[in-house]
């Protein structure tokens, strides 16, 4: 493994640039974890804010170990090891090296369960018990991790098409 075989060292500017985009990705899973998903307000005197970070929180503290571990597997972990795992291969890996190769195969495994990220948002909204008369409204959280999810596919596309070429 080494810096002077990668994509990223022979094409500097795109190097660059993706690497950029993938602290961006970081930087908008970090906001879209920690900023409001959606503000819940019952019978209109009520509300009560909800992050992807404070519905962990809470589960811990309620000890629902079943959705903490989905939702912290599927919201935290995964993205940020994709995303480490993104910055190695464009990085550090030569595109003829057997580790390439096992890196790219499970991008490419991972790449499939990615849209159960929008799926953990849903299980967030279904995990909050509604009263009777409820309304949600989103807030900004859910666009950063949105975009987050959106820019890490559209960076391991990318970087899946052109990480291996000489």
Sequence with gaps: ?????SYARRHPVQGVLVNLLLILALGLLIAGLRLPLLTLEKFWFFSNT???????????????WGLFA??????????IIKLLLLAL???FEAAASATHRRHMK?????????????????????SVKLGT?????TREGIYFFAA???????LSNWIGRHAGRP
Excluded: C
Excluded at 50 to 64: D, G, K, W
Excluded at 70 to 79: D, E, K, R, T, Y
């Design 1 to 5: 493994m080494g810096f002077r075989n």
């Design 89 to 91: 291969v464009w990085n």
């Design 70 to 79: 989905l939702i912290g597997l599927f919201s935290v972990v995964f993205p």
């Design 133 to 137: 008369v409820a309304e949600a409204h």
């Design 50 to 64: 909800v992050s992807l970070y404070s519905a962990l929180v809470q589960l811990y503290a309620e000890r629902e």
């Design 106 to 126: 499970w991008l490419a495994e991972y790449s499939k369960w990615s849209m159960l990220d929008v799926f953990v948002v849903a299980l967030v909204v279904v």
């Design 148 to 154: 987050s999810v959106i820019l890490t596919m559209l």
